[in-house]
């Protein structure tokens, strides 16, 4: 029971986030090669695919070539997330306030000011 759970949520997944619901609309596709095969029994499926995907033309029944699978794209699934603006933040111990504090990163002992300028110096030889 577990697998097929997990089947039909990953399928539910692949359809809803991917090009995969395409497939889907396989039986347009072989409807619509039935019907061109009806007027032109000489027709072959590779040249159909060619005639809708390769060039498309507009044509009498350009609507049911734009239903063909993988003729349009939608964009799938968007996700936006939005902050409730009544949402308020309250602190009952003293706030940490870094305005006071004082920044002294180029008195540290890590920070060496001569060192880091001369990393784009040229290199030096030494001559004997």
């Given at each position: 029971?577990?697998?097929?759970?997990?089947?039909?949520?990953?399928?539910l997944y692949l359809v809803s986030t991917t090009e995969v619901y395409q497939l889907l609309k396989m039986p347009l596709l072989i409807e619509h090669y039935m019907e061109h095969k009806e007027l032109n029994?000489?027709?072959?499926?590779?040249?159909?695919l060619k005639t809708h995907y390769d060039h498309p033309v507009k044509d009498s029944d350009y609507d049911k070539d734009q239903r063909l699978p993988?003729?349009?794209?939608?964009?799938?699934?968007?996700?936006?997330?939005?902050?409730n603006s009544t949402l308020d933040?309250?602190?009952?111990?003293?706030?940490?306030?870094p305005t006071k504090v004082k920044k002294t990163f180029y008195k540290s002992v890590l920070y060496n000011k001569e060192i880091l300028n001369s990393i784009w110096e040229p290199p030096r030889f030494h001559q004997s």
């Open positions: 029971m577990k697998k097929l759970i997990s089947i039909l949520l990953l399928s029994p000489e027709m072959s499926l590779t040249a159909f993988f003729v349009s794209h939608v964009s799938l699934l968007s996700v936006a997330f939005t902050l933040f309250h602190f009952t111990e003293k706030v940490y306030n």
